[in-house]
């Protein structure tokens, strides 16, 4: 199996402008995850979706965030307008049951200037 | 309400020496717990998992972690750590609290080693 997969692994964009990204999950994991990662906040859990339905969302920090999952395959990250505050590394992960283990992606280093 | 708690943000050792990284949770029943590695520029990679049974469990790299009930916590270890062990390790508590799942992860301990 590939793993998870993500796309860009690197995105530079300056301030207003749309970013997405996006995440291939394993095959077979119904559940899917979206963190972002930062020195001063750590770890944080976005939205996670099981079979393509989004089930938490409330680590969204605002209206400018918005995620998708369209299918079992393929799910979107989308930032507008982007904001410097918004420069993290973004994961994505996928697991077969929310409590157990969870297969992490390699990640988008996201820069906004 | 459920949380993870790694109390040493960063921790420094010899190569060869033994490594103790501590975690504690807080949840009302006995949760799934996790111990991940952050190696840089990478994502996170599961070590160990416990889930029930043993209270000792085995991972890769040579790591191992106790569970300890009475003490709420998850504690990895390593006998002799190599330099390639330089890394950021995350404890995780999977959980269910107000009706949805919860995975939480701790804010990690960043590990140096030291030829």
């Known amino acids: 199996d590939a793993g998870v997969i993500q796309s860009p692994r690197h995105e530079v964009t300056e301030m207003g402008q749309e970013v997405t990204l996006r995440c291939k999950p394993i095959s077979g994991h119904d559940y899917l995850f979206w963190y972002r990662q930062t020195m001063m906040r750590g770890l944080e859990l976005l939205i996670y979706f099981n079979n393509n339905v989004p089930i938490d969302d409330s680590g969204m920090p605002e209206d400018r965030f918005s995620a998708k999952m369209p299918n079992a395959s393929f799910s979107t990250l989308k930032i507008q307008p982007s904001e410097p505050r918004d420069s993290a590394v973004y994961f994505c992960a996928s697991s077969r049951d929310p409590q157990r283990e969870q297969f992490f992606g390699p990640g988008t280093r996201l820069t906004v200037l | 309400a459920q949380s993870v708690t790694q109390p040493d943000i960063h921790i420094t050792v010899s190569e060869g020496a033994s490594l103790e990284l501590r975690c504690n949770y807080s949840y009302g029943a006995t949760p799934y717990l996790f111990w991940y590695v952050q190696s840089p520029g990478q994502g996170l990679q599961l070590l160990l998992k416990?889930?029930?049974?043993?209270?000792l469990v085995q991972g890769i790299k040579g790591f191992e972690a106790e569970f300890k009930r009475s003490q709420s916590s998850f504690n990895l270890r390593k006998p002799s750590v190599h330099w390639s062990d330089a890394a950021e390790y995350f404890c995780a508590v999977g959980a269910v609290g107000s009706g949805t799942y919860k995975y939480i992860f701790g804010t990690g301990t960043r590990l140096k080693v030291l030829a």
């Open positions: 416990y889930f029930s049974g043993d209270t």
